[in-house]
């Protein structure tokens, strides 16, 4: 599959098995104990630091199935994360990359072969799934890998540092871990934190040809990620250099959707998609296609493009935490992993 030493992770023997599905006989459910939980200092200096003085915590992205007002609802398509996105297999290889501060936030940064290939930015951009990216080396692996095909990559830590699986002891969540509570704290953080940085990745890494702005920008995310990317091109947003769009998109195994993510979607689209979702079971991506091919009616339909790629036989998280060890999982992670490629070079190139 092209650059094909990037991608062969070997597995690394600790698994997490995928026992969590959506209609399965073992569903996901919140533990009867809680405990408070708390960001690390310099997340909430951040956080404070973008919020105005006199707001409360805002709605965080992706949840308007809690929030959305009785006059204007907004029906669920992917569901939030489950207590099963913990679960995963570690791959391992050696980072390329590093990390840096843009707008506050650590940031993972990875660079193409060639100078001339930084005129294509995915803003990894890497949008990360619960796992995170900076302790999560799966997810630095499929940045370089994503790098080692011609992008600029750069992948956003809106975590802090706390990873869901700082949360959990062998293949369960620790005792008392109030995984509500988390995802809560981190997409309030990611609300207000994510549009300032990529504002702050758009003036930093421009690229010229002869005088001229050239950068073309893609974004992808995973699970917790996927409203991010639907933000990115939603048509109240524009990819121009002081927008904050993208001229193209793709997710995988998305959570955290409502109908309106779809009918806003104004540019090319990709899904990446497993038999077995908890978060995006069968009948909810059968509506996502009928809602997003709706939307390229209304619209231009050369600028509203999308594509749905499923896999059987592998289920939620297969894009980043499956098992190597497994031909058929192997296969399918790859495969998602490069038609992401080809997708945003049709419309990059």
Not at 53 to 70: D, E, I, K, N
Not at 271 to 288: G, K, M, N, V
Not at 292 to 316: P, Y
Request: glycine share 8%; aromatic share 12%.
């Amino acid at each position: 599959m092209g650059s094909h030493e990037t991608l062969d992770h070997v597995h690394a023997g600790n698994a997490f098995p995928d026992a969590c599905f959506y209609g399965a006989t073992s569903v996901c459910r919140a533990p009867a104990v809680f405990r408070p939980l708390h960001w690390p200092s310099h997340c909430c200096q951040a956080l404070s630091s973008l919020l105005p003085p006199t707001t409360t915590s805002p709605t965080p992205t992706g949840t308007r199935m809690q929030s959305a007002a009785a006059s204007a609802p907004d029906p669920v398509i992917a569901a939030p994360s489950g207590v099963c996105c913990i679960e995963g297999y570690p791959h391992v290889g050696t980072p390329k990359g590093e990390f840096v501060s843009i707008a506050e936030v650590e940031t993972y940064v990875t660079r193409p072969p060639s100078k001339e290939q930084e005129n294509r930015v995915i803003f990894k951009l890497y949008f990360p799934d619960v796992w995170g990216i900076n302790d999560f080396q799966n997810g630095q692996l499929l940045c370089d890998y994503f790098a080692s095909n011609g992008f600029l990559v750069l992948a956003l830590d809106y975590f802090c540092g706390d990873p869901v699986t700082k949360h959990r002891t062998g293949n369960a969540p620790n005792p008392g871990f109030d995984f509500e509570a988390w995802k809560a704290k981190h997409q309030a953080f990611a609300k207000v934190a994510v549009p300032k940085w990529i504002a702050a990745v758009k003036a930093q890494f421009v690229y010229h040809t002869s005088g001229t702005e050239t950068t073309k920008y893609a974004c992808v995310g995973y699970c917790f990620g996927a409203p991010y990317v639907m933000d990115c091109l939603s048509s109240s947003t524009s990819p121009s250099p002081s927008g904050l769009g993208t001229h193209v998109g793709a997710f995988g195994h998305p959570a955290f959707l409502n109908e309106s993510h779809f009918t806003n979607c104004a540019r090319p689209l990709f899904l990446s998609c497993a038999e077995t979702d908890h978060t995006f079971p069968a009948e909810a991506r059968h509506r996502a296609e009928e809602l997003l091919t709706q939307r390229a009616k209304e619209v231009d339909s050369k600028g509203m493009r999308f594509q749905i790629q499923l896999f059987s036989g592998v289920s939620h998280g297969f894009s980043l935490r499956g098992d190597m060890s497994n031909p058929w999982e192997r296969y399918a992670k790859e495969e998602s992993a490069s038609g992401i490629v080809r997708w945003f070079k049709m419309f990059m190139d």
